[in-house]
C-alpha cells in the first residue's frame, strides 16, 4: 500500500509564498513521476507541474517563472514553492505520483487560498 501525505496549504495574501510538500510512503518501487495537480471550484482539475525521471520539469503556463517543483529522491518527497501568489491560484493542490509496478496514486488534497 502506498500513500502519499501533502502538507504546507493555507490562507495567504496576494504575491505571498507557500510551499507545498508531498512524501510517498509504503511499498515503492521505482518513482517515475510525480507533480502537482489544482481544482479550483466549478473547474476541471488541471496540471500545475510535475517532474519526471531524469530530473525534467513541466509547469502550466499560468504559474511559470512563478512556481518551482523539485524532488528529494531519497524522501521520496516533492515539494512546490509557490511565490508571488494570485488570488486565481485558489484551489484544492493535489499531489500525484506514478511508480513503477503499483501505478498512479493521488494525495487527500491541501487547500491553498490567496485573498486579494
Known amino acids: 500500500q502506498v500513500q502519499l501525505v501533502e502538507s504546507g496549504g493555507g490562507l495567504v495574501q496576494a504575491g505571498g509564498s507557500l510551499r507545498l510538500s508531498c512524501a510517498a510512503s509504503?511499498?515503492?518501487?521505482?518513482?517515475?513521476?510525480m507533480g502537482w495537480y489544482r481544482q479550483a471550484p466549478g473547474k476541471q482539475r488541471e496540471l500545475v507541474a510535475a517532474?519526471?525521471?531524469?530530473?525534467?520539469?513541466n509547469y502550466a503556463d499560468p504559474v511559470k517563472g512563478r512556481f518551482t517543483i523539485s524532488r528529494d529522491n531519497a524522501k521520496n518527497t516533492v515539494y512546490l514553492q509557490m511565490n508571488s501568489l494570485k488570488p486565481e491560484d485558489t484551489a484544492v493542490y493535489f499531489c500525484?505520483?506514478?511508480?513503477?509496478?503499483?501505478?498512479?496514486?493521488w494525495g487527500q488534497g491541501t487547500q491553498v487560498t490567496v485573498s486579494s
Open positions: 500525484y505520483a506514478r511508480f513503477a509496478v503499483v501505478g498512479d496514486y
Open positions: 509504503g511499498t515503492i518501487f521505482r518513482v517515475n513521476a
Open positions: 517532474t519526471i525521471s531524469g530530473g525534467s520539469t
